[in-house]
């Protein structure tokens, strides 16, 4: 199966060349983000896709994480601070568009959103909105191995600082994680010629049958 080799051959990569993601893998990976799955299929993050050298040096002040100022692109999941019943509305009126069906067509679907997200806090809806951030950051390392693009996947970056420089509060949204994409400095970064380590399969998974 080649998408195992793909992802035997990925790692957390420490160190970057100088070389760019061209245009069109980037549109690839954010292609497959956006076609990933998400609860109810509503989508409650966006994706902000950065080049420019100076904003990624700013974004990385401060940070362990070399890899924010250092890497090609930087992709920020920013996730909802909260699900708005408008945005509900927005979504299904779009659903429904999408598949050719009659306004009103999935009034049922859009009750049940209502009576979810309007029982919840902005902050438990925040928070599932993370979770949701999350399965397009899986997406979005699966789909970078598959270009042989490489990537570091990050919690270590200063959110509030995010939040500022890319006006991400006045937008309604939060820096979730983030994800540095490049290609490996093999002679300078100490994992990139190591085994991957994972338990072995049957450690790992259990099957019931």
């Given amino acids: 199966m080649e998408l195992i080799n793909h992802l035997k051959w990925r790692y957390a990569t420490k160190k970057y060349t100088e070389e760019k993601v061209s245009d069109e893998k980037i549109e690839q990976i954010l292609e497959a983000?956006?076609?990933?799955?998400?609860?109810?299929?509503?989508?409650?993050?966006?994706?902000?896709?950065?080049?420019?050298?100076?904003?990624?040096?700013?974004?990385?002040?401060?940070?362990?994480?070399?890899?924010?100022?250092n890497s090609s692109h930087l992709l920020v999941f920013a996730a909802f601070n909260d699900v708005s019943l408008t945005y509900v509305d927005e979504y299904v009126a779009m659903a429904e568009q999408q598949r050719n069906l009659p306004a009103g067509a999935m009034a049922e679907f859009k009750k049940?959103?209502?009576?979810?997200?309007?029982?919840?806090s902005a902050e438990a809806?925040?928070?599932?909105?993370?979770?949701?951030?999350?399965?397009?950051?899986?997406?979005?390392?699966?789909?970078?191995?598959?270009?042989?693009?490489?990537?570091?996947?990050?919690?270590?970056?200063?959110?509030?600082?995010?939040?500022e420089l890319l006006g991400l509060t006045d937008k309604g949204?939060?820096?979730?994680?983030?994800?540095?994409?490049?290609?490996?400095?093999a002679a300078n970064d100490y994992l990139?010629?190591?085994?991957?380590?994972?338990?072995?399969?049957?450690?790992f998974a259990t099957f019931l049958k």
């Fill in 192 to 203: 990139a010629n190591m085994s991957k380590v994972r338990l072995p399969i049957a450690d």
């Fill in 33 to 69: 983000i956006n076609l990933t799955a998400s609860s109810c299929g509503i989508q409650p993050y966006r994706v902000f896709a950065i080049a420019d050298p100076i904003l990624k040096a700013k974004l990385g002040e401060g940070s362990f994480n070399g890899q924010i100022a």
């Fill in 125 to 163: 809806n925040a928070a599932w909105a993370n979770k949701q951030a999350y399965i397009g950051l899986g997406t979005a390392l699966i789909a970078a191995a598959e270009q042989k693009v490489d990537s570091t996947p990050m919690e270590g970056f200063d959110a509030a600082k995010f939040d």
């Fill in 112 to 120: 049940a959103l209502v009576s979810f997200f309007s029982t919840q």
């Fill in 173 to 185: 949204l939060h820096a979730a994680v983030v994800l540095s994409l490049g290609y490996r400095d």
